[in-house]
């Protein structure tokens, strides 16, 4: 079955401490991404990739780093830098041809949910 | 910039009554839009999307949007709603004029559903 892995589920951090969160796609998609949620703000985006070696910041990337060594993956860091980490996040991939391409869909992973102690 | 607009952040509808969830969008040019369900705890599932095209389109289970230019609107709707329908669901509007396909959503509406 193809699709998007993220592990843990569940992620506890203490004060001042870095976590890393994976995400997995076997479903051969170029772009990824990495979103927050957090209760009433939807999703927004942290970081984006449509290859590998490259990636962007999204419009909430202060205090996260990710890479993408492989197309498969695209783990993200919550630093200690990240005031407010507690939320749940979402990895995403999608087939982008960039802007000059036509739009496609994005797959969702199940979610990592992260807690600050 | 673009953006999405869920006015109801819950609702709660009968099983069997019929539904119909708002999204309103900004948006500068022809827009890309979608609705993705969620269930608690899970990661979203794409319902439908609207790229172009007949302005009435279906999706997975039963639901259907209906894109409105005029109004700037892509409600959700479906007739008849089953207790499995309980979840969150997500607007969205996709922008290809950022050099990647980036997806602004909505703030969500959770939806209740009484027996």
């Known amino acids: 079955d193809g699709g998007i892995t993220q592990s843990p589920k569940y992620l506890f951090r203490k004060e001042g401490q870095n976590v890393t969160l994976s995400c997995e796609q076997n479903?051969?998609?170029?772009?990824m991404y990495w979103y927050r949620q957090d209760p009433g703000q939807g999703l927004r985006l942290i970081y984006y990739?449509?290859?590998?070696?490259?990636?962007q910041k999204g419009d909430i990337a202060e205090g996260y780093s990710v890479s993408r060594e492989k197309k498969e993956s695209f783990p993200l860091t919550v630093t200690s830098a990240q005031k407010n980490p507690t939320a749940f996040y979402l990895c995403?991939?999608?087939?982008?041809?960039?802007?000059?391409?036509?739009?496609?869909?994005?797959?969702f992973g199940p979610g990592t949910r992260l807690t600050v102690l | 910039a673009q953006s999405v607009t869920q006015p109801d952040i819950h609702i709660t509808v009968s099983e069997g009554a019929s539904l119909e969830l708002r999204c309103n969008y900004s948006?500068?040019?022809?827009?890309?839009l979608f609705w993705y369900v969620q269930s608690p705890g899970q990661g979203l599932q794409l319902l439908l999307k609207?790229?172009?095209?007949?302005?009435l389109v279906q999706g997975i289970k039963g639901f259907e949007a209906e894109f409105k230019r005029s109004q700037s609107s892509f409600n959700l709707r479906k007739p008849s709603v089953h207790w499995s329908d309980a979840a969150e669901y997500f607007c969205a509007v996709g922008n290809m004029n950022t050099g990647f396909q980036k997806l602004v959503f909505g703030t969500g509406t959770r939806l209740l559903v009484s027996p």
């Open positions: 609207y790229f172009s095209g007949d302005t």
């Open positions: 995403a991939s999608s087939i982008d041809r960039g802007a000059g391409g036509p739009y496609n869909e994005q797959f």
């Open positions: 479903l051969n998609h170029d772009a």
């Open positions: 948006y500068g040019a022809t827009p890309y």
């Open positions: 990739s449509q290859i590998v070696n490259d990636f």
